[in-house]
Each structure stands twice: as structure tokens, then as C-alpha cells.
């Protein structure tokens, strides 16, 4: 019972964009040093002192920063060695030509394709095709996985990186060149320019930043032809005990096409979503936007990182390289948070590697530090640290998103209803730093009732499960580590308009659902706006929240 914290957990928040409103859900609107009472609805006027927020200007979590120039090529095409993982281990590249994955299925999946990659021959003729029906009879290379190595070898295919590993100067698949992964898989669209299936991906000029909510990892990693290297992040059955969507739990034992069938499931990892933590549960959460990272800290869920830097290092040294958890200090770390049952987890992935041919790990490029279980190097690794903070740099700057174009006049109802009932924990403003706090659980949610699973050597918090999927995330993480409190940082509400996930485990699916007491008391976030003409008033002001830059 593991986790690392990684990229597509990084969300724009005081949970910071990798690793999520983004998580207008996972936190709310309440809490100070001691929460105040949960508001179950809003009024017209008057439920609370009308603010513009909690008015902190200081980030008390602030992180160095590079060059923002060279941390774009880092945050787009950067892997660290983890070609060596998604090649050797997961075995991507050969899941994708046995499968035969064209580029219809690519965009059906969720994955980006940037246009301005593409040579202007292939444009031609991809532009050509997609004017048709898109049969394999009127759009041959669109259904031919030719075609995706083609585009994979461009750089095209956003997130999914050739290197040149074969060092013959040339990037190409078929002649040895290996497959990494880039946080830019979860976190970058396009402006589909070009074309954009309805709930999958697009062609286009890529935009990074916002969240990827069409992505169906699921169904990528059960591409792979070695799709149990996945083990730690997947539900698995440890101690007898299985914890997530699924009824029954992954085992050491479970074949390929067992651990297919659960990724390829939707009830269980559901599109949208990303399960980056490596601790045996079932919680595929959803994916964040990166972007304006100056205004935010701590980052992740539970808010378990301090510094944009060290989430990011802890995802390129886990969550995309996961056999850094069966070296000795990924074992020592996984013992330390997860007692005997991350020791289980850590022998059991070491024999899946040893029965499916894995060798020569770990394959991330990284020096040891010495420092097991310390928020910079988690499992005793770090990645260079230089191009860390030029990543840090780059996604200070990457702008939000415009806020939707609504009307003026119900916008204004909306502020004043947001600013007397949400302000206790929300900025107006969302230019203005993100506050740094954590709302506890209860407050968040107050149907949590846990049951202590195992205990943990202080300042650690028990491991703990509520039923329901709200908690899955944080059953083994949160920040306790520093002192902090069980709960879930804020996030940056923005990009809101285009948002069809809410609260990190995906369970909302409009703000307008977000906001309607049907949800009931004792659910998630129960801050509710009785009125529908009210709730309709509040919602068309949220989806104009943006963040204008305001520092040129």
C-alpha cells in the first residue's frame, strides 16, 4: 500500500496541476485553522460575509526556477530513461504493432496528434482522408498502424517520445529506437485545428497545460504487451484484502488478458483519469491541468508535496519507471509507508518482472541521493535537478485557459452568490495565489467514517479506508509526513467551461451536478445551491473564471 506522486497527480491547486478541479471537487468551501461549519446550501444573499477570498499573497511553499525556455523541451519531450520501462518492460511499441493501433484508434483513445510536427506530405494526405468517411476503403493510411509509427517517429503523437537509443542519428521505431512517455501525455491538447473526434482526441496545434479529460489510459496501458509491469498501480490483493472499483483484486497470478480486462473496463478506470500512485489501490483520479504553477503549492491530492519539483522528480522515478520500487531503496521506502503490505507488493512485482522476462532495471537516469522516503527523492533517486527547475520555470508560465464567453448580467448574480457562500476557501480572483491550506476530509466529506487498516510510526497518519471512492487516493498518502493534516488541497478554478470531471475521483460530471443538492448531505463536497435559476447563475460565472496574466 504505496504510492509515488506523480504527474498526472500534479494539479493546478494548491494541489498543483501532473499528477488533477481542477478538482472544483476534491476540496471546497471551507476551512481555516479550524474549519468553520459545513454550508450545505447557498442563498440569494447573505450566507456568509461577502469576501473576495482568503486574501493570502505570500506562497509559504515557493519553489526555484530555472529557464523556462529549456523546461518547454523538457515537459514536452523529456523521459529521463523511461524508454527503457514502456520499451523493455511494458513493451508498448510491440503491444502497438500486434495490435495493428491506427491513428483512428489513437484519436479514439484520447491522444493528441501535433499538426506542425508533421511533414507537409503526410499532412497532405492525413487532410485528405479525414474529409472522407474514414473506411480503411476511402482513408487507407488513417487505419494503418504504418501510420502511427509514422507519426510516433515525428514526435507527433503527443506524450508518447521516440529516442534515438540505436544512436544512428535517425528516430525510428522499426529500426531498434525506443518509446518513452512524457507528462504532456495527460497534460496537453491541441486547438483542434485540424479535426477532433467527440470525446476523444484531435489533430492539431498543441496547447499545453490543460488537462487531457478524453484520454483513456485504461485502454493504452492494456496496449501494451506486457501490461502487468503495471502491477504497483493497479488494484491488487494484498493481505487477503483488495481496495478500488473492482469487486475482486489483480494478483501475482492474474494473466495478461485479466489485467487488460480491468484497465480496459470503464467502471473500474474510468477515461479521463490516471491511477499514478503505486500503492496496490484501485484509484484512477483525474487528470489536471499543469499550468500557472506560480500561483499555487502544495501540490498533489492530499497536498503531500511541498515543491513543484519534487512531485515532478517522484513521477519521472516511480510512476513512469515503476521498478525503482523493487531496488533496495524503493523497497526501504515502500516498507516504510505501507508496512507489510508494501513489502508484499514490492515481492510480487519482483516475480511478475522475473516471469515476464524484465531485466536491467531500473531504467530511469538518475543519481542516488541517500535520502529514502524524503519528499526530493522518494525511492533515493533524482533526476537532474537543473532540468527540474527549468520545468518548474516553463510551467509558471504556461497561461490558463480563457474563461468561457457568458452573460454579463448572470455572471454577476453568480460572483455575488460565490463571493457570500465559497470565499471562505475560494479566491474571486483566480489570478490570486491559490490558498495554501487543506481542507480535513470530514469537513470535505461527511460521509467519512474510516476504519484504521494499520498503523504507522509517527509523524506518518494511520493507513485508513472509508467506504465509497472518494478516499482511495489518500488510504496511504497524504501529508502527514510534514505535519500537516489528512485532506485535499485547493485548486485553480479554471478551464471550467471545458471541464467534464469533477472532484479528483471523477464522480461529477458537470458543474451544475457539483452544485445540486440531489447529491445529498453526506457526499463529496456537499455545497449546494438549492435554486436552480441560482445554480444556473453560479455555474455560468465559474466557467468565466480565468487567469489573466497579470505579471507583465
Not at 5 to 10: A, N, Q, Y
Not at 185 to 199: F, M
Amino acid at each position: 500500500m504505496i504510492t509515488t506522486f506523480p504527474c498526472s497527480l500534479i494539479h493546478i491547486s494548491a494541489t498543483a496541476t501532473c499528477a488533477a478541479l481542477f478538482l472544483i471537487g476534491a476540496v471546497s468551501c471551507s476551512q481555516r485553522t479550524e474549519p468553520p461549519p459545513l454550508i450545505k446550501e447557498t442563498v440569494r444573499s447573505g450566507g456568509s460575509a461577502k469576501s473576495d477570498g482568503p486574501a493570502i499573497t505570500k506562497n509559504p511553499f515557493p519553489h526555484e526556477t530555472g529557464d523556462a525556455v529549456a523546461g518547454r523541451d523538457v515537459y514536452r519531450f523529456e523521459t529521463f530513461g523511461n524508454e527503457g520501462f514502456w520499451t523493455d518492460a511494458m513493451r508498448l511499441p510491440q503491444g502497438v504493432l500486434e495490435a495493428k493501433f491506427t491513428p483512428i484508434q489513437a484519436l479514439k483513445a484520447g491522444l493528441q496528434v501535433d499538426i506542425e510536427a508533421i511533414s507537409p506530405d503526410m499532412r497532405d494526405a492525413m487532410a485528405a482522408e479525414l474529409k472522407t468517411d474514414l473506411s480503411p476503403e476511402k482513408a487507407p493510411k488513417l487505419n494503418d498502424v504504418k501510420t502511427t509509427v509514422a507519426l510516433i517517429n515525428a514526435n507527433a503523437v503527443v506524450g508518447i517520445i521516440p529516442i534515438d537509443t540505436n544512436g544512428d542519428g535517425k528516430l525510428d521505431v522499426m529500426a531498434g529506437d525506443k518509446v518513452g512517455v512524457a507528462c504532456t501525455i495527460c497534460h496537453t491538447i491541441t486547438d483542434e485545428s485540424v479535426y477532433s473526434i467527440p470525446g476523444g482526441g484531435s489533430i492539431g496545434r498543441r496547447i499545453d497545460g490543460p488537462a487531457n479529460l478524453n484520454l483513456d489510459m485504461g485502454a493504452l496501458l492494456a496496449l501494451a504487451a506486457n501490461s502487468r509491469a503495471y502491477y504497483p498501480n493497479l488494484q491488487v490483493t494484498l493481505g487477503g484484502k483488495t481496495i478500488g472499483r473492482a469487486p475482486k483484486g489483480l494478483t501475482p497470478d492474474s494473466t495478461e488478458a485479466e489485467v487488460d480486462a480491468y484497465l480496459k473496463n470503464r467502471e473500474y478506470y474510468p477515461v479521463g483519469t490516471f491511477d499514478e500512485t503505486s500503492d496496490g489501490n484501485g484509484n484512477p483520479v483525474k487528470n489536471t491541468p499543469l499550468l500557472r504553477t506560480d500561483l499555487a503549492a502544495p501540490w498533489a491530492t492530499a497536498g503531500e508535496h511541498r515543491r513543484l519539483d519534487d512531485i515532478s522528480n517522484a513521477s519521472y522515478t516511480m510512476n513512469l519507471d515503476q521498478t525503482t520500487l523493487v531496488t533496495p531503496e524503493g523497497k526501504q521506502f515502500m516498507a516504510m509507508i505501507g508496512g507489510a503490505a508494501g513489502e508484499q507488493l514490492t515481492h510480487d512485482y519482483e516475480t511478475i518482472l522475473k516471469e515476464t522476462g524484465v531485466t536491467n532495471y531500473p531504467f530511469v537516469k538518475a543519481t542516488k541521493t541517500g535520502k529514502v522516503g524524503k519528499p526530493e527523492s522518494l525511492v533515493g533517486l533524482r533526476v537532474d535537478n537543473k532540468k527540474l527547475l527549468d520545468l518548474n520555470a516553463y510551467l509558471d508560465s504556461v497561461p490558463a485557459p480563457r474563461g468561457a464567453k457568458v452573460n454579463a448580467e448572470v455572471a454577476a448574480r453568480g460572483k455575488e452568490l460565490f463571493r457570500a457562500n465559497c470565499t471562505t476557501c475560494h479566491n474571486v480572483d483566480q489570478n490570486t495565489m491559490v490558498p495554501p491550506f487543506l481542507v480535513d476530509l470530514k469537513t470535505l466529506w461527511p460521509g467519512y467514517n474510516p476504519i484504521v487498516l494499520a498503523q504507522r510510526a509517527e509523524p506518518l497518519s494511520p493507513i485508513q479506508n472509508s467506504p465509497g471512492t472518494f478516499d482511495d487516493k489518500m488510504i496511504v498518502i497524504d501529508a502527514s509526513h510534514y505535519g500537516s493534516k489528512r485532506g485535499n488541497a485547493l485548486p485553480l478554478l479554471v478551464d471550467l467551461d471545458r471541464t467534464t470531471l469533477f472532484l479528483h475521483d471523477a464522480s461529477v460530471h458537470s458543474l451544475d451536478e457539483l452544485l445540486d443538492p440531489k447529491r445529498g448531505e453526506t457526499s463529496p463536497h456537499p455545497f449546494y445551491v438549492r435554486k436552480t435559476s441560482d445554480r444556473a447563475d453560479m455555474v455560468a460565472f465559474l466557467r468565466s473564471l480565468d487567469a489573466r496574466d497579470k505579471r507583465k
